[in-house]
């Protein structure tokens, strides 16, 4: 990240959640309700487990906005835990006379053994507290921000979720957002849905949990974001990076990604179509690139896929071994969600609008907002056909 610099902190069962985000120009219209109407998406979901009915997730704004608009100064939010109460022994931040027993069963899947044998610890709550998914709080607040930021330049950020354990929603085009919005398991395809539910409840039958896979649109995406100048700046592998990094997800592709691989290169590219309308240039008969060619935008909608593997902290333990023994145990159980899949789309959504705010600003730098616009309206003057009404 170049302009756009955030950094979260909190522990799962602590105070709170914190998240600073430096670099969001002044001039910015932004209000407390935005944040929370993406929070409460992340909270919801089918096979969501009883934290989020502890939690009502609103972050508050301490810094880097008056009277409803951004300073550009940075931002802090505080997200706080509503489980707290229940964990002040346990996560006290100050040392405390009564024993709390530590977290020892170690769950394969989680970062419990590598973060104990890195850190060097003796109870795995050191390393599942800040592990945890909870975190992606406050990058979805975080996110939020990036997006009412966003909008002013008609970029608009969606995600569905495409498959939940195996089930496949059937390709739909244009998606029906609404639906999605309304769906248990934020998926376009009714059908479906009904399948995903079941195979929801059954893994929660069985003691188990399901993973998935989820696209991010974003609609409105300028051509020209990113560099194909160095490995760095290529705006497919910012995206990656950013998705590859929420919790539990293990593979991340743009546009047709794997299916690619194995097709013709006249299969594969997206052809140019002549230019008829100046205000929409350089259309394409498929978007198959998912947006980006030669590490930049192409002014297509940007498409990503990630995979989203079960969670690993299961009602029904698999085998493990203990930490401090080394031997075998049944491992760590509290509680947990059973399917993830839903949120992980928000929270995609969240990271694609952080890394385009990012890009955005690179290309269009600014400090206040009209400037941005400004030197935006400046770029898309230009993008036409070389040596038609060229400014
Ligand atoms: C989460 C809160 C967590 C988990 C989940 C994500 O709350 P708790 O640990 O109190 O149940 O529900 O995290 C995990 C599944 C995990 O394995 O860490 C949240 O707010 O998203």
């Known amino acids: 990240m170049t302009r756009l610099r955030w950094l979260t902190a909190g522990e799962s069962h602590g105070r709170g959640l914190v998240v600073i985000l430096e670099g969001v120009p002044a001039g910015l219209p932004l209000s407390a309700e935005a944040i929370a109407h993406d929070l409460r998406r992340r909270q919801g979901g089918y096979g969501r487990g009883a934290r989020q009915q502890i939690e009502q997730d609103r972050a508050e704004v301490l810094s880097g906005v008056r009277h409803g608009v951004t300073l550009g100064s940075p931002i802090a939010l505080l997200i706080w835990n509503r489980d707290w109460p229940n964990w002040q022994t346990q996560m006290s931040v100050a040392p405390v006379s009564e024993a709390v027993p530590p977290v020892t069963r170690l769950r394969p899947g989680h970062a419990d053994l590598a973060g104990a044998m890195k850190y060097y610890q003796h109870d795995v709550r050191n390393i599942l507290e800040r592990a945890s998914a909870r975190e992606t709080a406050a990058r979805v607040a975080a996110g939020a921000v990036c997006r009412a930021f966003l909008s002013h330049f008609g970029v608009a950020i969606h995600s569905h979720v495409l498959n939940i354990g195996g089930v496949w929603a059937k390709p739909s085009q244009p998606i029906d957002w609404e639906r999605v919005e309304a769906s248990p398991v934020r998926c376009a395809d009714p059908q479906a849905e009904k399948e995903m539910l079941a195979v929801i409840d059954a893994a929660r039958e069985a003691g188990d949990t399901v993973g998935g896979i989820v696209e991010v649109v974003a609609e409105g995406v300028v051509i020209g974001l990113g560099s194909h100048v160095q490995w760095d700046r290529r705006i497919d592998g ?23 691989a194995s097709m013709r290169g006249s299969q594969v590219h997206d052809i140019i179509e002549p230019v008829t309308d100046p205000a929409r240039p350089w259309q394409r008969k498929t978007n198959r690139a998912g947006g980006t060619e030669g590490g930049m935008t192409n002014g297509m909608p940007l498409v990503a896929r990630f995979a989203v593997k079960p969670i690993s902290t299961l009602a029904k333990p698999l085998p493990s071994v203990d930490l401090l023994t080394g031997e075998t145990v049944q491992a760590h159980y509290e509680r ?12 995609g959504e969240a990271m694609v609008a952080l890394v385009l705010a990012d890009a955005y600003l690179e290309k269009f730098g600014g400090d206040h907002l009209e400037e941005v616009l400004r030197n935006y309206r400046g770029y898309v003057q230009t993008i036409g056909p070389r040596g038609r009404g060229e400014q």
Not at 239 to 253: D, F, G, T, Y
Not at 336 to 347: E, H, M, T
């Open 336 to 347: 947990s969600d059973v399917c993830q899949v839903p949120a992980a789309g928000v929270i």
């Open 238 to 260: 910012r995206l990656a990076q950013a998705l590859m990094s929420i919790n539990a997800v293990k593979a991340v592709s743009i546009g047709d990604g794997w299916e690619s």
